[in-house]
């Protein structure tokens, strides 16, 4: 190409360039529904969302925005939160600009990627949440109140050969969704391409950071050939005979089994299990979306977890 346009005018070059382009178009139509169906095209939304099929809807700006966030968690400045100044939407969604070409918050159209926006910060919320009134999921329902642990009664430092404990370093919870324990931190720290094995402190330090570790796990199962909790959420999943013998079925209270497992789910309505619904439904009413649109399967009380007493993030 260049070489055939070496010593024209620029408006020849253009006119060649265009002709090509025409070439190409009709060659591409020609080669027909074939190609169409095994190449799906791809979108550029800018720095947001980049180069996927998933970029080709809208983005979560575009349905999600600063006034919407100020709403659910309009008491995280407030003086008696733990965390004043440290969340805020702009790392939310530059944090999601990694995920997005993924899936995350653009799967489905509109509707749904509200939907999943709501389900992600509803855990956020409940885990984040200073715990005043969460159980009614009324209007003090907090979240991102902490960007970490108050009070750890321990350094969660367990001897591990991938991932050994730094000296010095405590690993007790931090993030949107608490990261605990050095396994953990090492784990997700390699998802993401961040010495969070050494530098836990990351994540109460850059909100960017504490929202992406929990995006990451959003987006990734706890362990091969299992849904992810956006498979689960999305309808990325088919359950198998077995999934559907333990009543884990698609919808978000597989969510929580695949986040939390044991210590949430197949206990009955425990108030564990409650308050992170209430702020899922909270959340979709304040979006707009409503609660009506829950979806199926919205509770985990009477599933079996995928991984029963494993060790995850969040013990
Ligand atoms: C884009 O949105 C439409 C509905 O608005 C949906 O059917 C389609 O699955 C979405 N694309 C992707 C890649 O999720
Ligand atoms: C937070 O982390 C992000 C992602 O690594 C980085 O781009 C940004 O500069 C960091 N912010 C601060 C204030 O260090
Ligand atoms: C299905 O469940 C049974 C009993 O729990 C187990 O032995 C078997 O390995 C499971 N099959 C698969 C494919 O996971």
Not at 43 to 51: A, L, Q, R, V
Not at 190 to 217: C, I
Not at 239 to 254: C, H, I, M, V, Y
Request: glycine fraction near 10%; hydrophobic fraction near 35%.
């Amino acid at each position: 190409m260049a070489s055939a346009m070496s010593g024209q005018s620029p408006a020849s070059a253009a006119a060649v360039a265009a002709a090509a382009v025409l070439v190409l178009t009709v060659a591409l139509v020609l080669a027909g529904g074939v190609e169409a169906k095994s190449k799906q095209k791809t979108c550029d939304k800018g720095w947001e969302c980049k180069g996927s099929i998933y970029c080709c809807n809208e983005t979560i700006s575009d349905f999600f925005q600063v006034y919407q966030f100020e709403n659910l968690f309009s008491k995280r400045n407030s003086p008696i939160a733990h965390a004043v100044g440290f969340w805020d939407y702009h790392s939310f969604i530059v944090a999601s600009s990694e995920y997005q070409p993924l899936g995350f918050g653009t799967t489905g159209g509109k509707e749904m990627g509200m939907k999943e926006v709501a389900a992600f910060l509803g855990h956020v919320g409940s885990k984040t949440s200073c715990g005043y009134g969460v159980a009614t999921g009324g209007p003090l329902a907090w979240g991102l109140c902490y960007n970490h642990e108050m009070s750890p009664s321990q350094s969660y430092c367990s001897q591990d050969y991938l991932y050994p404990c730094t000296p010095g370093v405590d690993y007790f919870g931090r993030g949107a969704l608490p990261v605990y324990w050095n396994y953990n931190y090492g784990i997700i720290g390699d998802g993401m391409k961040v010495d969070l094995l050494n530098h836990p402190e990351y994540l109460e330090q850059n909100a960017t950071l504490a929202f992406q570790s929990a995006m990451w796990r959003w987006m990734n199962p706890m362990k091969k050939k299992q849904p992810s909790a956006h498979d689960v959420f999305v309808g990325n999943w088919k359950p198998t005979k077995n999934d559907t013998l333990s009543k884990r079925l698609p919808g978000f209270g597989a969510t929580m089994n695949v986040l939390y497992g044991d210590q949430i789910c197949g206990q009955g309505f425990v108030d564990s299990m409650n308050n992170i619904i209430s702020h899922f439904q909270y959340y979709l009413d304040l979006m707009g979306v409503g609660r009506q649109s829950s979806g199926d399967n919205l509770d985990c009380a009477e599933q079996e977890p995928f991984n029963p007493s494993y060790h995850d993030a969040s013990t």
